[in-house]
């Protein structure tokens, strides 16, 4: 190549041998072209090496380039592949309803499990096996206290859903309950200390002047209601309309949540289910926090605006097994979306008639400040 060919000027015009047998020197002429094409030669070989060093710089500094815009376009998709799924925990119920177009559109962001039970959840909130959940109001400040302030509570959403109903035509007071069996669900939630407290303010000993008894959860004592081994039941909705729609004769005696607001003389709010979030993750993901409690009100709103589509959407993702029920349900189940700093007053006033009450009942004490989320410094 032209690169490593030799710049050795050439020999200058050697004598000439004439017939006088003399020698002269080459002609000024010859050595003249001679130092020319020399000359011309090098400087096409600069001129070459210069280009060729030059193409070779360009290249390198695409190459650069290139690299540089892969690393980065990767690290971005890289980021992306390490922003986990948010997984949250719900009740098939009110919360379970109002998370229902969060859990139709959000699948790629969001892992939203639905259980019967509030017992099936608190474990997994506590061992991080779900960045959040919906619980009973009641159990916010008892995963507080529990974790020693692993769990904040971000919002309330739902409100009172708790009515009295019977298989007869008896109950037209709360003191007509004095010497009946009454069957609850879900021993150490909300509706225990709900029904616990309207009967106390109205003279009647929960221990003494009637008989409570449990099943497990909300589906089992709607069945046994639908069936008519339970007679009195202390039932929420959806499943009062579930149950209605199975049994005919089924009669909503006494709405608690106008029970609770005459016994505390329309001061105090009943909160019925609220959500929580592990700390750990509000401080690694506030505003992933902050994005998903939006949609969440979005989601409430449309529920509540939308109740025949939502109905569909609620039958389709297995809360309630026909939309028809779902869609007459929803006016009744007090759906909401209220952010914890919002709520604050109602919640810190429902707590305090709980603790006065039983303090067992929130985890042995009130919580502190530390317990409601303010949200991120970019959300207020």
């Known amino acids: ?101 969060l859990i139709e559109e959000n699948k790629d962001s969001y892992d939203i499990s639905l259980f019967d039970s509030p017992d099936q959840i608190i474990s997994k909130v506590v061992n991080g096996e779900v960045d959040g959940a919906a619980v009973p109001s009641n159990l916010a ?16 959403n739902t409100l009172g859903v708790l009515y009295i109903v019977e298989n007869g035509n008896t109950i037209k007071d709360i003191k007509d309950l004095k010497g009946k069996t009454i069957y609850s669900s879900g021993k150490g939630g909300t509706p225990e200390f709900v029904l616990n407290y309207i009967l106390e303010k109205n003279g009647l000993d929960p221990d003494k002047d009637v008989k409570i008894e449990y099943k497990a959860d909300h589906s089992n004592l709607a069945a046994a209601v639908a069936s008519k081994e339970v007679k009195i039941a202390v039932l929420p909705e959806p499943f009062v309309t579930t149950t209605q729609m199975k049994d005919t004769d089924l009669q909503v005696s006494i709405d608690l949540t106008k029970e609770w607001e005459k016994a505390s003389e329309g001061k105090n709010q009943l909160v019925m289910g609220t959500l929580v979030f592990r700390k750990d993750f509000i401080d690694k993901r506030g505003n992933d926090l902050d994005e998903f409690l939006s949609k969440y009100k979005n989601s409430v709103d449309f529920v509540n605006s939308s109740k025949e589509e939502a109905g569909k959407l609620i039958e389709k993702n297995g809360i309630i097994p026909k939309a028809k029920v779902a869609e007459m349900a929803i006016p009744k189940c007090n759906i909401v979306f209220i952010s914890a700093k919002d709520g604050k007053e109602s919640l810190d006033k429902f707590y305090s008639v709980l603790n006065e009450n039983d303090p067992k009942s929130i985890g042995g004490k009130m919580p502190d400040e530390k317990f409601y989320y303010k949200g991120t410094e970019k959300s207020n």
């Open 141 to 156: 400040p008892i995963l507080y206290n529990k974790t020693k302030g692993a769990v904040q509570i971000v919002g309330i």
């Open 1 to 101: 190549m032209i690169l490593y060919e030799s710049l050795t000027p050439p020999t200058l015009g050697r004598g000439v041998s004439y017939t006088d047998g003399s020698i002269r020197a080459g002609s000024h002429r010859t050595n003249k072209v001679a130092i020319t094409h020399y000359t011309r030669g090098i400087t096409m070989k600069k001129t070459t090496v210069t280009l060729l060093m030059s193409f070779m710089l360009v290249i390198s500094i695409l190459l650069a380039s290139g690299c540089s815009k892969q690393t980065s376009s990767s690290g971005q998709a890289s980021e992306q592949s390490k922003k986990e799924k948010i997984k949250i925990a719900a009740l098939k119920g009110p919360t379970g309803m109002g998370m229902v177009k």
